[in-house]
């Protein structure tokens, strides 16, 4: 079993679990996060978009002033089996690449074991 982990843009994440849905993979985790990459951000491009109709919340605006320099992303969190890794990545990719700086990341990490609360099934019965 792997854990895909993503890192997409904000406004990516319902096309994402649509497409993720249809492609079979219903169960994930989503989580709003902060973060930045390596390259550096350019600021007047962002202040467009908190005028605009992307960003509209102050407090996220206020997450991406000068002092703080972190953008809002969300992230996804996915279980697979081993021979679904492929599938989910390509899937991710397709939906979330603009062919822009902050498309994402994808984290591939391996599982040793899962087990369901309910039942007590282990591995992949569990996922």
Known sequence: MKEVMAVIRMDMVNKTKEALL????????????????????????????ISGSEITSPVIAESLSEGHRLI???????????SEVKKVIETLISINSKGKPGDGKIFIMPVTDAVRVRTGESGELAI
Not at 22 to 49: A, H, Q, T, W, Y
């Open 22 to 49: 249809l492609e079979g993979f219903s169960s994930m985790n989503c989580r709003k996060v902060l973060g930045r990459g390596k390259k550096k951000v350019d600021f007047s491009l962002i202040e467009g978009i």
């Open 72 to 82: 809002p992303k969300r992230l996804i969190s996915l279980v697979v089996q081993d």
